[in-house]
């Protein structure tokens, strides 16, 4: 038992390496102001610190460090931490880091149940260091971080930051995070997650950034259950105007909850582009939450690859590529056996500046859109200049229900060109539904073309296909090739318009069906 700044410590002044220490026990308690520690103020490296415990091992408000200090050369040495519990709580902290040319060393943690409370474990390379920061490695059954507690190696001068590992049964974030950042000018560590439940909450990260020229480090998250929410994140971020590149985000689950602003994403503020975001899981359920990429910079956004059985978006949960500026914004490619997307549920990309618009891809079984559910790639503003991206979608059967807003849709608001539209599929329907591309500012800027290839093609109760244009550019070309086409009702309809008041041309309609039926009014 240490408290009341009970110190145990090993120091190394020359070109010597300090001894280790070592501590076997049945539980180790350090109270208020106690450490242990190791360091080194010349070329000699630190020396190692091991604890190992049969029972629990409690810091807190107290620290096991190992430092490298400045104007140092020699290494930080390593931490090992072993016991059957471990709690670090109160401002206590377990950490090594470098101020010097030497590196930190590595922090490798391993007990079955691991809680961390306002506390603290971290390999860092302090600012006016050369050196790297060290790995953090964490294993056990369950790992619990609450009220701001954190598991991170960061680098904050020309160093690397180091990989972060942690491998339990049960990951619970609360407020906490687990990070790897590059705050200066060298790269971000990895940090790899495996886990059999993994739950983030009240804002909680799993997250890699560079705010320089380095290269962030990829996030991967294995898991059979993953969850996420109160705008929790997992990400990997290019920050301040930096011209690196941010790091790949992977996230595979058998069942992935995505809820209440929460997200998953990779986003550029600099020169560099954003990271890909790669989701597969057996079940996504985006609700109120989001997988996105976005680019706020002149770097372009990343691609957003998703892969599952059954994709549900509900409750103004959506799939986002976004540009606010030069930079272009990212493809989206989806692949699932089911999609539904409901309750204010979108798939978009978007461009609110001269950056271009992302392509949509979506390659399934079965879609279903609800009435506020919507596919769509448009300008989201009459300032931008970006083209929208074009929209492709194959799929056994498609059903889009009433809705006041058009269900897939490419449009711009100014100068650019709307993307086109392309759909195949087994079967089509559209009950008071629309598919429609639009030019929607009334001085320049093209709509898009709508393609569709089908066996059966249903425009009942309203449902319609339509290009437009405000402007005097050409509305965009229909074509339709179905084996059986019905249009049923007055307001249903095929339709290419220019409402122009200057004049110009609408788009062509060429439709090929051997079974074309217009009923009650449908044109």
Same mark, same amino acid.
């Given at each position: 038992? %240490?408290?009341?700044?009970?110190? %145990?410590?090993?120091?190394?002044?020359?070109?010597?390496?300090?001894?280790?220490?070592?501590?076997?026990?049945?539980?180790?308690?350090?109270?208020?102001?106690?450490?242990?520690?190791?360091?080194?103020?010349?070329?000699?490296?630190?020396?190692?610190?091991?604890?190992?415990?049969?029972?629990?091992?409690? /810091?807190?408000?107290?620290?096991?460090?190992?430092?490298?200090?400045?104007?140092?050369?020699? &290494?930080?040495?390593?931490?090992?931490?072993?016991?059957?519990?471990?709690?670090?709580?109160?401002?206590?902290?377990?950490?090594?880091?470098?101020?010097?040319?030497?590196?930190?060393?590595?922090?490798?943690?391993?007990?079955?149940?691991?809680?961390?409370?306002? =506390?603290?474990?971290?390999?860092?390379?302090?600012?006016?260091?050369?050196?790297?920061?060290?790995?953090?490695?964490?294993?056990?059954?369950?790992?619990?971080?609450?009220?701001?507690?954190?598991?991170?190696?960061?680098?904050?001068?020309?160093?690397?930051?180091?990989?972060?590992?942690?491998?339990? !049964?049960?990951?619970?974030?609360?407020?906490?995070?687990?990070?790897?950042?590059?705050?200066?000018?060298?790269?971000? =560590?990895?940090?790899?997650?495996?886990?059999?439940?993994?739950?983030?909450?009240?804002?909680?990260?799993?997250?890699?950034?560079?705010?320089?020229?380095?290269?962030?480090?990829?996030?991967?998250?294995?898991?059979?259950?993953?969850?996420?929410?109160?705008?929790? %994140?997992?990400?990997?971020?290019?920050?301040?105007?930096?011209?690196?590149?941010?790091?790949?985000?992977?996230?595979?689950?058998?069942?992935?909850?995505? !809820?209440?602003?929460?997200?998953?994403?990779?986003?550029?503020?600099?020169?560099?582009?954003?990271?890909?975001?790669?989701?597969?899981?057996?079940?996504?359920?985006?609700?109120?939450?989001?997988?996105?990429?976005?680019?706020? =910079?002149?770097?372009?956004?990343?691609?957003?690859?998703?892969?599952?059985?059954?994709?549900?978006?509900?409750?103004?949960?959506?799939?986002?590529?976004?540009?606010?500026?030069?930079?272009?914004?990212?493809?989206?490619?989806?692949?699932?056996?089911?999609?539904?997307?409901?309750?204010?549920?979108?798939?978009?990309?978007?461009?609110?500046?001269?950056? &271009?618009?992302?392509?949509?891809?979506?390659?399934?079984?079965?879609?279903?859109?609800?009435?506020?559910?919507?596919?769509?790639?448009?300008?989201?503003?009459?300032?931008?200049?970006?083209?929208? =991206?074009?929209?492709?979608?194959?799929?056994?059967?498609?059903?889009? !229900?009433?809705?006041?807003?058009?269900?897939?849709?490419?449009? /711009?608001?100014?100068?650019?060109?709307?993307?086109?539209?392309?759909?195949?599929?087994?079967?089509?329907?559209?009950?008071?539904?629309?598919?429609?591309?639009?030019?929607?500012?009334?001085?320049?800027?093209?709509?898009?073309?709508?393609?569709?290839?089908?066996?059966?093609?249903?425009?009942?109760?309203?449902?319609?296909?339509?290009?437009?244009?405000?402007?005097?550019?050409?509305?965009?070309?229909?074509?339709?090739?179905?084996?059986?086409?019905?249009?049923?009702?007055? !307001?249903?309809?095929?339709?290419?318009?220019?409402?122009?008041?200057?004049?110009?041309?609408?788009?062509?309609?060429?439709?090929?069906?051997?079974?074309?039926?217009?009923?009650?009014?449908?044109?």
């Amino acid at each position: 038992t %240490m408290d009341r700044s009970g110190l %145990m410590v090993s120091s190394a002044y020359g070109s010597a390496a300090t001894g280790s220490i070592t501590i076997d026990a049945t539980t180790v308690s350090m109270g208020t102001g106690a450490a242990i520690e190791s360091s080194t103020f010349g070329s000699g490296d630190a020396g190692n610190i091991v604890v190992r415990a049969t029972g629990d091992i409690a /810091i807190s408000n107290a620290r096991i460090a190992s430092e490298a200090e400045i104007g140092s050369s020699g &290494n930080a040495g390593a931490i090992e931490i072993d016991a059957a519990r471990l709690a670090v709580f109160n401002g206590g902290e377990i950490a090594v880091s470098t101020f010097g040319s030497g590196d930190a060393g590595l922090i490798d943690i391993s007990a079955p149940q691991i809680g961390l409370d306002q =506390g603290r474990i971290a390999s860092e390379a302090e600012v006016g260091s050369t050196g790297d920061a060290g790995a953090v490695i964490v294993s056990g059954t369950l790992l619990r971080l609450t009220r701001d507690s954190i598991i991170t190696s960061s680098g904050f001068g020309p160093g690397t930051a180091g990989a972060v590992g942690v491998e339990v !049964a049960t990951l619970t974030l609360d407020d906490s995070a687990i990070t790897s950042a590059a705050s200066g000018t060298g790269d971000g =560590g990895d940090i790899a997650v495996r886990a059999g439940l993994v739950t983030l909450t009240n804002g909680s990260t799993i997250a890699t950034s560079t705010l320089g020229p380095g290269i962030g480090g990829d996030v991967a998250v294995d898991a059979t259950t993953v969850a996420l929410s109160q705008g929790s %994140m997992i990400s990997s971020d290019l920050l301040g105007g930096g011209a690196g590149f941010a790091g790949t985000v992977t996230v595979r689950a058998t069942t992935l909850t995505v !809820a209440s602003q929460a997200e998953i994403s990779s986003a550029t503020v600099g020169t560099g582009d954003a990271g890909i975001v790669t989701v597969a899981a057996r079940n996504i359920t985006l609700d109120g939450g989001l997988i996105n990429t976005s680019t706020y =910079g002149t770097g372009a956004a990343g691609l957003v690859d998703l892969d599952a059985d059954t994709l549900t978006i509900i409750n103004d949960g959506s799939i986002v590529s976004a540009t606010t500026a030069s930079g272009a914004a990212g493809v989206i490619d989806v692949r699932a056996k089911t999609i539904r997307l409901g309750s204010l549920g979108l798939i978009q990309s978007t461009t609110s500046a001269s950056g &271009n618009a992302g392509n949509i891809l979506i390659n399934a079984t079965d879609i279903r859109l609800d009435p506020t559910g919507r596919i769509l790639s448009s300008q989201a503003n009459a300032q931008a200049t970006g083209n929208a =991206g074009s929209i492709s979608i194959t799929t056994g059967t498609l059903f889009a !229900a009433p809705a006041s807003k058009a269900a897939i849709s490419t449009s /711009i608001f100014s100068t650019g060109t709307a993307g086109e539209i392309g759909i195949t599929a087994r079967s089509i329907t559209l009950d008071g539904a629309e598919i429609a591309s639009a030019a929607n500012g009334t001085v320049s800027g093209t709509s898009g073309s709508i393609a569709i290839v089908a066996d059966t093609l249903n425009l009942i109760n309203g449902g319609s296909i339509e290009t437009s244009s405000l402007s005097p550019g050409p509305a965009g070309a229909i074509s339709i090739d179905a084996a059986q086409l019905i249009v049923q009702g007055t !307001a249903s309809r095929i339709a290419s318009e220019n409402r122009s008041q200057r004049g110009g041309p609408a788009g062509s309609i060429d439709v090929e069906s051997a079974d074309l039926r217009l009923l009650d009014g449908g044109s």
